[in-house]
């Protein structure tokens, strides 16, 4: 199947600060991508839908200024936790849509440990 | 919006025997019902897929079957084995015909499956 690299694994930033996650399709173009956040033992939550050369649309109650999105090209969408407080330790997972179909690949993840 | 349901929570067999995971969905445009298996510390990795066009389809050991018309999915895994154990997802989406939906998941809430030796 198709790959989509997610870039750190896992990090741990002070509160205060802000920690940028990276995802990439590493061997197909996506024009989408999406974000999901993913609670110990809790189904996947989706935050935003990350479009090429646009911006994110975010699902009620995720808030857009702490949670910065950049799709900067058709491999590459950021996620940007910014002033990062405990609250935010989580595992964030990304994913993109292959082809004109909407398969589903989905990233490895990461862990953001905030202390 | 989409609403998708999946039973058991957990689900405990041995080694050998076959499991079966069920999803139901409310949207009934939603016509692309992936399956994922997440393990530990892990991102979820596709394992079968089906469309609405189809109402079965099988792979090795995997099996999924869709009824469009009851608006329920089910994941079958044959002669299961140890390393099958992990937590299971059905998701539920439209394609591009459905606007602003396309490629937007719905899970459903997981299934752990536990293949004893």
């Known amino acids: 199947g198709a790959v989509v690299s997610q870039h750190p694994s896992w990090v741990i930033c002070k509160s205060g600060t802000s920690v940028k996650i990276e995802c990439r399709s590493l061997?197909?173009?996506?024009?989408?991508m999406f974000w999901y956040r993913q609670f110990p033992k809790q189904s996947l939550m989706l935050m935003a839908t990350?479009?090429?050369?646009?911006?994110?649309?975010?699902e009620q109650g995720v808030e857009k200024d702490k949670f910065l999105i950049n799709h900067a090209s058709l491999t590459l969408s950021t996620l940007t936790v910014t002033s990062a407080h405990p609250e935010d330790s989580s595992f964030y997972i990304c994913?993109?849509?292959?082809?004109?179909?909407?398969?589903?690949?989905f990233g490895e993840g990461s862990w953001l440990t905030v202390v | 919006g989409e609403n998708v349901e999946q039973h058991p929570s957990t689900l405990s067999v041995q080694e050998g025997d076959s499991a079966v995971i069920k999803c139901t969905y409310s949207?009934?445009?939603?016509?692309?019902f992936p399956w994922y298996k997440q393990e530990l510390g892990k991102g979820p990795q596709l394992i079968i897929d089906i469309r609405s066009n189809v109402g079965e389809k099988k792979d090795q050991r995997i099996a999924v079957t869709l009824n469009k018309t009851a608006k329920h999915f089910s994941l079958h895994i044959t002669e299961t084995q140890p390393e099958d154990s992990a937590v299971y997802f059905c998701a539920a989406s439209r394609d591009r015909a459905g606007g602003t939906s396309y490629g937007k998941l719905t899970f459903g809430q997981g299934t752990i499956l536990t293949v004893h030796p």
């Open positions: 990350s479009n090429e050369g646009s911006k994110a649309t975010y």
């Open positions: 994913s993109a849509a292959l082809g004109t179909g909407n398969t589903i690949y």
């Open positions: 061997d197909f173009q996506a024009t989408t």
């Open positions: 949207d009934s445009a939603s016509n692309y």
